[in-house]
């Protein structure tokens, strides 16, 4: 490996754990080019405000001010003209009314943009969605425009977040998915996971074991309620991590049969022949994969190699988070 294949390498791993790395004495020690070139990374999985004050942390060391005295006014200049060449990086638009408030109110955001950020919050006060529109299509600025983020909690490698986009294949869908329902957050519980994605069309789950196996599937049509066996002839089935996480990420699309069931009582179930399904508190899952959907090379329906190849069992693996993406 070569020098610039190493830094390649060393940008990549920072992006993929910024959450961790700005907690760090390093992050304060970068240098502002380099700072610059993470930033510009679209696929960094973290809150845009907490970034934001990250920076503003960065710009204080860099100062040499002390991170919790109270700021005087040369000093907040000093703040602003050190993070004048990265702060274009953030993606405002992505904040909370209530975030944008309080950093306007730090005063430490250089003039340039926040005089941007005062108008662009007195237009988001009016409610005119046009004239929003037309101003941050005016100001072509990095700053209002989202960072493409996957709010997943399950898949937080960027290399299984770029396998899932390039399988789904559908850009807008995937830039505008959100995540509508989390066992964890909203319960373990069929009837809630169904009120959440019912009718929703596209839809993405994801599944992470007890057992750090993590498989999902996706539908271009969707659940209905008590509807039954339904046809999807895009849908199709994916492992992204196997228990020693040993093994390629894999697509498996449908070859026969209906593509998923869709009942009250049940959680997601793929395939006729049940490929898997989750019961009705979503934990307990089965999967007798390979039925309906087509099996990785050399493997054959029925065996135990088939039954595993999920979730590491037909029955005995339990469900430690369940996700679900749609519009």
Not at 294 to 313: D, F, V
Request: glycine share 6%; proline share 2%.
């Amino acid at each position: 490996m070569n020098f610039n294949q190493l830094l390649d390498f060393a940008y990549q791993f920072i992006s993929e754990n910024f959450n961790e790395f700005m907690k760090t004495p390093f992050f304060l020690e970068l240098e502002e080019n380099h700072l610059n070139l993470i930033l510009s990374n679209d696929q960094i999985l973290i809150n845009e405000f907490e970034i934001c004050q990250s920076i503003i942390k960065w710009g204080k060391h860099k100062s040499n001010i002390n991170q919790e005295k109270e700021l005087e006014k040369e000093e907040k200049e000093q703040i602003q003209n050190q993070i004048s060449n990265v702060v274009d990086k953030i993606r405002f638009i992505d904040f909370t009314k209530e975030e944008l408030g309080d950093i306007l109110k730090e005063d430490l955001i250089p003039n340039q943009f926040s005089q941007k950020l005062i108008q662009f919050q007195k237009i988001q006060e009016t409610g005119d969605e046009k004239e929003l529109n037309q101003f941050i299509e005016k100001e072509n600025s990095l700053i209002f425009k989202s960072r493409f983020r996957f709010d997943s909690e399950i898949v937080t490698k960027e290399e299984y977040v770029k396998k899932l986009q390039e399988w789904i294949n559908d850009n807008d869908f995937f830039s505008k998915m959100k995540k509508g329902f989390s066992a964890k957050r909203d319960g373990f519980n069929s009837r809630k996971w169904h009120k959440a994605v019912d009718r929703k069309g596209k839809t993405l789950i994801i599944i992470k074991t007890k057992d750090n196996f993590i498989f999902g599937g996706f539908t271009q049509v969707g659940f209905k309620g008590n509807s039954g066996w339904i046809n999807d002839a895009n849908a199709f089935i994916f492992s992204l991590r196997n228990d020693k996480g040993d093994r390629i990420s894999e697509k498996f699309t449908i070859k026969q049969g209906s593509a998923i069931y869709s009942q009250l009582d049940y959680g997601p179930r793929f395939g006729l022949g049940i490929d898997f399904y989750l019961l009705g508190n979503l934990q307990p899952g089965y999967s007798n994969f390979g039925y309906s959907y087509n099996l990785p090379n050399g493997i054959k329906h029925g065996t135990n190699e088939a039954q595993s190849y999920l979730a590491g069992s037909y029955d005995k693996w339990v469900v430690d988070e369940l996700e679900s993406f749609f519009i």
